[in-house]
């Protein structure tokens, strides 16, 4: 079986994506792992790293048509669906087929490969439902990835599709659980319910094995600390079902949020031991400076 390649996108040298693309590597040693990023990120021997500069893609068209209709910042929210476009553009460039696109915050524990059987004839599987995100996403050919693409462009041209965009919106600002926006995971909840014979949601692979939407949702499992509780067996990550008790294994972690730093304590990729400890101590000597400011505004406000 050819070996999957892994994508992901980001921008910048975060402390926390050599965790994630080391490990990557780790439990995909036959997969070639590409990073499109830039100059700031283009340091790790392990991976091929491409400049989203040198990359032909419809990301100015799409920038041009692009409408906010979201409460989070408009750069932000413009390069989620952006990369996407990066993306399609890489894989025409360099002819690539099948493929996983991992989120930058994500942990991989698991050889991907492994797991094409589950995709069935899919041709987009992601773990993003209404409120999911797109943490992994199976793409199985470059037809896929087009598609998708191409269908973002619709959405935002096309008169009916625009009506039904700015209806969607309308509806997500008075729904007190819902994302608040529109998204690149809304589009993909849009999509899949338009095409429900050709995706696949993988939040859920069996009953033993699961793909994390985000290690700060219950989705059904025991939480601690406002995370999910992980209880490592071999190395590998296994959450209790609330429900059976029965502990299923995750193939990956999503870091989302204040959650990232966590991954440098989940890390299982190896090396990297004296920047872990470096960060760590930095993040409690952090929490130490804020619990001295917090102690001393209260000290201020005490009556004479």
Not at 79 to 86: E, G, I, M, P, Q
């Amino acid at each position: 079986m050819t070996s999957l390649p892994i994508i992901l996108f980001h921008s910048g040298n975060a402390d926390y994506l050599k965790y994630s693309l080391k490990q990557a590597k780790h439990f995909n040693p036959d997969s070639t792992v590409y990073l499109l990023g830039d100059k700031k990120n283009n340091r790790y021997s392990f991976v091929r790293h491409v400049n989203v500069s040198d990359i032909e893609s419809d990301a100015a068209a799409f920038s041009r048509v692009y409408k906010h209709r979201s409460p989070n910042d408009e750069t932000y929210e413009l390069n989620c669906f952006l990369r996407w476009f990066y993306v399609k553009g890489f894989c025409k460039q360099h002819g690539i087929e099948g493929f996983i696109y991992l989120d930058s915050d994500v942990l991989a524990f698991q050889n991907f490969t492994e797991l094409k059987p589950f995709f069935g004839d899919s041709n987009i599987a992601n773990t993003c439902d209404w409120t999911g995100m797109p943490a992994v996403t199976y793409f199985k050919n470059y037809e896929a990835i087009d598609s998708f693409c191409n269908f973002l462009m619709y959405c935002y041209t096309d008169a009916a599709a625009i009506k039904k965009l700015d209806a969607w919106y309308d509806t997500l600002l008075v729904d007190p659980i819902s994302l608040g926006g529109i998204s690149d995971m809304v589009l993909f909840h849009m999509y899949f319910l338009e095409h429900p014979a050709e995706t696949m949601k993988i939040d859920l692979l069996t009953d033993d094995l699961a793909v994390d939407i985000s290690i700060n949702r219950e989705d059904g499992y025991e939480m601690e600390n406002g995370v999910k509780k992980v209880y490592w067996q071999n190395g590998l990550p296994s959450c209790k079902n609330t429900s059976t008790g029965k502990l299923v294994r995750f193939v990956s972690l999503h870091y989302q949020g204040n959650a990232k730093n966590l991954m440098r304590e989940h890390y299982k990729g190896g090396g990297y031991e004296m920047h872990r400890m470096w960060e760590s101590w930095q993040v409690k000597a952090r929490f130490k400076k804020f619990r001295r400011a917090i102690k001393s505004i209260f000290k201020k406000q005490k009556p004479a």
